[in-house]
């Protein structure tokens, strides 16, 4: 078993910046991919970054893409979402989540955290 959990948000003003960590405990992260997403009121959720267990990949949503930058230390069992220039369209609960082999679909996902929320105020 895999235990994520979330923090970090909070109530930014847009053009503001947020990092999230994610802190793992249970079963070694080391050969997982961590994504992360993100649902806001009404919508669903959706796909903001994701990164492989070595840091050797990443990819990330193109609504974030040149603004987020997701990291991990495997030997803290930390992972990260630095956010930056944020827009009030960012405004949502994130989640991060845990899977073996890389893949941008939630359903593959089989550990969540339960989530923090980030508001960004226009």
């Known amino acids: 078993q895999v235990q994520l959990v979330e923090s970090g948000g909070g109530l930014v003003q847009a053009g503001g910046s947020l990092r999230l960590s994610c802190a793992a405990s249970?079963?070694?992260?080391?050969?997982?991919?961590i994504g992360w997403f993100r649902q806001a009121p009404g919508k669903e959720r959706e796909f903001v970054a994701l990164?492989?267990?070595?840091?050797?990949?990443?990819y990330y949503a193109d609504s974030v893409k040149g603004r987020f930058s997701i990291s991990r230390d495997n030997a803290k069992s930390t992972m990260y979402l630095q956010m930056n220039s944020l827009k009030p369209e960012d405004t949502a609960v994130y989640y991060c989540?845990?899977?073996?082999?890389?893949?941008?679909?939630?359903?593959?996902?089989?550990?969540w955290g339960q989530g923090t929320q980030v508001t960004v105020s226009s």
């Open positions: 990164i492989s267990w070595s840091s050797s990949s990443t």
């Open positions: 249970g079963r070694t992260l080391s050969r997982y991919v």
């Open positions: 989540a845990a899977r073996m082999g890389i893949a941008t679909t939630s359903s593959g996902y089989g550990y």
